[in-house]
């Protein structure tokens, strides 16, 4: 019978920080607009986004290496994640001018996305 050695792996330093910055960037966005909620996407091999809406109705992204991570530190940041962006999160968000004139531009007679 053939010997077996269990190996114990060290721990991903680097994806452990990457993890504690990601957190720490969600938690300041959510102290600055009255608390946060989420919702991760995956990204495919370019990793994962996190969409973050505050309780003001701002609302920002960061962009995860991995998925698994982007998991992690919307875990250790505590807040709300949703599994979709539907009707009821997307309503949350507040947008103005600048975003329906980029949105919309050329159509309700905005800048051009040029």
């Known amino acids: 019978m053939a010997d077996t050695q269990q190996v114990e792996t060290k721990p991903d330093r680097r994806a452990e920080r990457r993890v504690a910055r990601l957190a ?26 996190i969409v973050l809406v505050g ?6 992204d960061l962009v995860a290496r991995t998925y698994d991570g982007a998991l992690k ?9 949703h599994e979709d962006f539907d009707g009821e999160f997307a309503a949350k968000v507040t947008t103005g001018r600048y975003e329906w004139s980029r949105m919309a531009g050329i159509q ?7």
Do not use: M
């Open 55 to 60: 309780a003001d109705g701002a609302w920002g």
């Open 108 to 114: 309700v007679g905005g800048p051009s996305n040029t």
């Open 73 to 81: 530190a919307v875990e250790k940041s505590g807040i709300t994640v």
């Open 24 to 49: 720490g960037r969600i938690d300041a966005f959510s102290k600055a607009h009255g608390g946060a909620e989420g919702q991760v996407a995956y990204l495919g091999e370019r990793g994962a986004r």
